[in-house]
Nanobody
Framework: QAHLVESGGGLVQAGGSLRLSCVVS????????VGWYRQAPGKERELVAL???????NYTDSVKGRFTISRDNAKNTVYLQMNSLKPEDTAAYYC??????????????WGQGTQVTVSS
C-alpha cells in the first residue's frame, strides 16, 4: 500500500510563487503517472497537471506557462512549481498517483491535500 503526503501550501499574494511537494511512500515497486488536482469551494475537483513515468507532462490551459510539474524518482517525490499565482488559483491541491505496489498491483492513491490561498 502507498501513502501520499502533500506539503508546501500556504497564503501568498497575487503574483507570488509556491512549490508543492508530494512524497510517495510505502510498499511500492514503481510510481507511474502522477497528477496534481485542485478543488475550490463549490467547484468540482479538476486536473491541473500530470507527469508520466517517462517525464511527459500535461497541463490544464489556465496554468500553462505558470505551473511546472516535475518528479525526482530517487526521492519518490513530485513537485508542482506555481508561479504568477492568481486569486483564482485558490483551492485545496491534491496529489494523485498511479502506483505499482510490491504486493497490491497497480492502484490509484490520493493524498490528504494542501491548501493554497492567493490574496489579491
Amino acid at each position: 500500500q502507498a501513502h501520499l503526503v502533500e506539503s508546501g501550501g500556504g497564503l501568498v499574494q497575487a503574483g507570488g510563487s509556491l512549490r508543492l511537494s508530494c512524497v510517495v511512500s510505502g510498499s511500492i515497486f514503481s510510481i507511474l503517472t502522477v497528477g496534481w488536482y485542485r478543488q475550490a469551494p463549490g467547484k468540482e475537483r479538476e486536473l491541473v497537471a500530470l507527469i508520466t513515468s517517462g517525464g511527459t507532462t500535461n497541463y490544464t490551459d489556465s496554468v500553462k506557462g505558470r505551473f511546472t510539474i516535475s518528479r525526482d524518482n530517487a526521492k519518490n517525490t513530485v513537485y508542482l512549481q506555481m508561479n504568477s499565482l492568481k486569486p483564482e488559483d485558490t483551492a485545496a491541491y491534491y496529489c494523485n498517483a498511479l502506483v505499482r505496489g510490491i504486493t497490491t498491483g497497480v492502484q490509484f492513491y490520493w493524498g490528504q491535500g494542501t491548501q493554497v490561498t492567493v490574496s489579491s
